[in-house]
């Protein structure tokens, strides 16, 4: 089945598409990316930091670095990675690897109309897959693939819509964070069809970034097993959302932020950064 994958450039998104890829290996894949979630207007230092670190540390810094290390290790390293990345600690394809594996990869900027619409058609995708992508889709985008969107949202739908559902369920003290396997059916935010539901248990003495990445293993897997059953001819429940139990939460403000630091929590943990960094690179790389 041809699959075509929303996501951000960034590092979360990386490790949703190794999931998936590794996991779906009978599959053709193509990756459109956004290279940010939401406009563009000036964000609090702290999230301008925070972007750092989901972004800014691996794809700019790390992946072209591993980039430019490839050519003086063995070859090969790269190349085994998708098959080999089911096993704890092995090497992770960073997105230009991806490429090399033949994964079509291109980063848009309006999935709806002009050169982003033109990808997405040209991939002809029958089933689309959304992870972190920055944008909200449209009807000329949703028409394109035959068995519509599947989107996993960064949250437990349907009360916390919006964007950093983890941060809002941290200060909010949620004794569960996690993700939601959705369809997406229309332009509004969040508001499809549910097809599971993943919770996991909050960890407060996590970073928020540790947080944020844990919640989607279970909801990839979800995604995956979806896949599956589509690719097999079988039907996907899912149930309409409860609008009564609704939320919805945007860019976190200063006050939040400020918040949310008094309260103690921290936003990265620089030992676990490096540990997840270590993942990208094949034996025998010495940064």
Not at 71 to 97: R, V, Y
Not at 257 to 283: C, S
């Amino acid at each position: 089945m041809r699959i075509t994958l929303l996501c951000n450039l960034d590092i979360a998104s990386n490790l949703a598409a190794n999931q998936l890829i590794n996991a779906l290996p009978e599959h053709q894949f193509s990756v459109l990316m956004t290279s940010q979630v939401g406009g563009n207007n000036k964000r609090p230092d702290a999230l301008e930091a925070l972007s750092f670190y989901e972004n800014a540390l691996f794809t700019q810094i790390l992946f072209p670095a591993l980039e430019c290390n490839k050519g003086t290790n063995k070859q090969g390293h790269l190349d085994s990675s998708i098959e080999s990345s089911q096993n704890k600690g092995a090497p992770l394809l960073t997105f230009d690897a991806m490429k090399q594996r033949g994964i079509d990869i291109h980063i848009v900027s309006n999935i709806n109309e002009g050169n982003g619409l033109e990808r997405l058609t040209a991939s002809n995708p029958e089933l689309v897959l959304s992870v972190r992508f920055g944008r909200i889709l449209k009807e000329p985008a949703l028409n394109v693939p035959q068995n519509g969107v599947l989107n996993l949202h960064s949250g437990l739908l349907p009360q916390y819509r919006g964007i950093m559902a983890t941060f809002w369920s941290m200060l909010k003290g949620e004794p569960q964070i996690g993700c939601t396997l959705h369809r997406i059916q229309d332009a509004g935010i969040d508001t499809g069809d549910i097809v599971s539901i993943h919770p996991i248990v909050t960890d407060y003495d996590k970073s928020y970034f540790d947080n944020m990445l844990a919640i989607y293993p279970q909801g990839l897997e979800a995604m995956i097993d979806a896949v599956k059953r589509i690719a097999d001819g079988k039907q996907l429940d899912a149930l309409s959302q409860d609008m009564s139990q609704a939320g919805y939460f945007t860019t976190p403000d200063q006050a939040s932020i400020t918040l949310f630091e008094q309260k103690g929590y921290r936003w990265v943990n620089h030992d676990k950064l490096i540990t997840l960094a270590k993942r990208f690179m094949p034996n025998g790389v010495v940064m």
